[in-house]
């Protein structure tokens, strides 16, 4: 038992895991960031930090400010909890036209209902919603 362990023990210290990641000596300062090509790069940025220029402080106008993100977020849920009490083919139509972002013959596609009939469903759920937003509104 005790050569056996003795083996294992000795083959265990022989092996390598192949689930963590094994750098040689020279390729150490690779992995690390170091470019023997742009040495003083790495000194560059130790002493001299990078300067912020004007407009990486602006914000960028084409991304949705976290307040207009939560603002739709909760539009979306208010929207969804008040189409929970319509008809069946009116809540599918809704979650695919509104939510999902289906064009109307797409949607009629996905319900198997004929696209003038989708487009008659959709303007009722327009003016559901705009009563039920004025009503909010109003509140």
Do not use: C, H, N
Not at 1 to 11: D, G, N
Not at 19 to 24: D, I, K, R, T
Not at 122 to 139: C, D, F, M, S, Y
């Amino acid at each position: 038992l005790a050569r056996r362990r003795k083996a294992l023990k000795t083959a265990a210290g022989e092996a390598v895991p192949l689930e963590a990641p094994q750098f040689l000596p020279e390729d150490l300062a690779v992995a690390e960031g170091y470019d023997a090509e742009q040495p003083l790069d790495i000194i560059e940025r130790q002493i001299e930090p990078p300067v912020a220029e004007t407009k990486d402080l602006l914000p960028d106008t084409r991304v949705e400010t976290p307040d207009e993100t939560t603002s739709r977020r909760e539009l979306l849920a208010e929207l969804r909890r008040l189409a929970s009490a319509w008809p069946k083919p009116e809540r599918e139509l809704f979650e695919l036209y509104y939510v999902e972002g289906f064009e109307p013959d797409e949607a009629a596609m996905i319900l198997g209902t004929p696209e003038k009939r989708v487009r008659e469903m959709l303007a009722t759920i327009q003016q559901r919603l705009r009563t039920e937003t004025l009503k909010q509104a109003l509140v």
